[in-house]
């Protein structure tokens, strides 16, 4: 049976890493040419672009207490964007999640945009679609996904039966798989993780040389 609509989203930005690699929280690093913003501050400004609600999962100081989201504590620290999920205290109210990670600041509101559109034409034809993730030219999942909530009971199960990676779970759930065609005008793929001060700078040196898209 095809959907009635367009479907409801909730965004979800994932930020309960340890950072190791950076070194320091990496969600709270601040983006040269966004106004003072942190990662996490830019990340949730383009999920309330294209979402109806947004959450922000992760265990960190420094949030402000006028929040503009709602604020999950992870129930176990530093488990993995899986387990942050699998976590009973956070119910979603919408029927679709949008899923993104603190340190990917090169993903548009067009892209976020694009992957919702793509589930919205499958959900035209068809209801029992469990959803949409992106993968790079090596052929490798990730970030963004898209998500019927509809697969969080079976994400909590995969967990509790041990399973610790999220893209592992999510394989066995049969999601669709997206490789995004990037202009070569981008300032940098929008599919670009930031895991290292290196990584971060040079980020950071390229938005300062290069006009916006």
């Known amino acids: 049976m095809a959907a009635s609509g367009p479907p409801k989203w909730s965004g979800v930005l994932l930020a309960g890493g340890r950072s190791q690699r950076m070194g320091r929280n990496k969600a709270l690093l601040a983006v040269d040419g966004a106004g003072g913003q942190t990662l996490w501050e830019h990340a949730l400004a383009q999920l309330s672009d294209c979402c109806e609600q947004v959450f922000l999962l992760g265990s960190f100081a420094g949030l402000p207490e006028n929040l503009a989201c709602t604020h999950i ?10 387990a942050a999920l699998a976590n009973p205290q956070w119910k979603p109210q919408t029927p679709w999640l949008l899923l993104i990670p603190v340190d990917m600041p090169a993903l548009f509101p067009g892209l976020l945009q694009e992957g919702q559109r793509r589930v919205a034409a499958r959900l035209a034809a068809e209801s029992m679609f469990p959803g949409l993730c992106t993968a790079d030219n090596q052929g490798r999942t990730g970030f963004p996904i898209w998500l019927s909530s509809q697969q969080l009971p079976n994400l909590t199960k995969l967990w509790q039966q041990g399973e610790k990676s999220l893209f592992s779970a999510l394989a066995k759930l049969g999601l669709d798989r997206w490789h995004p065609t990037v202009d070569d005008s981008q300032q940098a793929h929008p599919l670009l993780n930031l895991n290292t001060p290196e990584d971060f700078a040079a980020w950071q040196a390229q938005q300062n040389s290069s006009p916006k898209p």
């Open 73 to 82: 504590v992870d129930a176990e620290p530093f488990a993995g964007p899986l």
